[in-house]
């Protein structure tokens, strides 16, 4: 089983180019998120989607944007990028939002912004 | 609101001794608890969770937590602790009738032989 996905693993932009983060789960979850990592204060959810054709801000959407292209794919957009999103990216999804059902994590994408 | 505090950042403990690693939650509503293990350059991993029912909960490796609704705490635990746990670990919640889950700032287990 290849759970969740994510690419790419490692990218480098520079500051005010964009670029797009892909997510793919095959669990036939309903429920898909992005969070950043950064040093000393864990994850941060920067978007959800409880469900296909539904999108929701959460702690951190600023500079953010994504799209739930189906069920299966959940990708998140960076449309001008700064050093201040430079993080580890981590995608995940579960199968319900409010069921307290356990996420499954993708292994995440460096993200450098220089 | 929904908030977790993991109040130590490292926790050093010897091979074969317990180990403890904290967490103390807030939430408005009945709270949806778990625990979750990083390795270096991986995703997170599950662990164990709460939902209802008994206070103690087991999980995968050996690794149990107590939920205290007094104390507002999930401790994860482990009666005999090996290097090979040795990882970040991360306590968050969900609230009833919220979507996503909180993170704590995660607390580094180092177990040394």
């Known amino acids: 089983n290849a759970g969740v996905t994510q690419t790419p693993k490692f990218q480098v932009l520079k500051t005010g180019q964009s670029m797009t983060l892909q997510c793919a789960q095959d669990m036939n979850h309903n429920s898909m998120y992005w969070y950043r990592q950064d040093p000393g204060m864990g994850l941060r959810l920067i978007y959800y989607s409880a469900s296909e054709g539904t999108t929701d801000k959460g702690e951190v959407p600023n500079g953010y944007n994504v799209s739930r292209l189906n069920k299966r794919e959940f990708s998140l957009r960076l449309e001008s990028a700064a050093p201040s999103q430079t993080s580890v990216y981590f995608c995940?999804?579960?199968?319900?939002?409010?069921?307290?059902?356990?996420?499954?994590f993708g292994q995440g994408t460096r993200l450098t912004v220089v | 609101a929904q908030s977790v505090a993991q109040p130590e950042d490292q926790v050093n403990v010897a091979e074969g001794n317990p180990l403890t690693v904290k967490c103390t939650y807030s939430v408005s509503g009945n709270p949806y608890l778990f625990w979750y293990v990083q390795y270096p350059n991986r995703g997170l991993q599950f662990l164990l969770k709460y939902i209802t029912g008994d206070n103690l909960v087991k999980g995968s490796y050996g690794f149990e937590a107590e939920f205290n609704k007094s104390q507002t705490s999930f401790h994860l635990k482990k009666p005999s602790a090996l290097v090979s746990d040795s990882a970040l670990y991360f306590c968050?919640?969900?609230?009833?009738?919220?979507?996503?889950?909180?993170f704590g700032s995660g607390t580094r287990l180092q177990v040394q032989p």
């Open positions: 995940a999804s579960s199968e319900g939002a409010f069921g307290g059902t356990e996420a499954f």
């Open positions: 968050a919640v969900r609230d009833t009738g919220r979507r996503a889950l909180t």
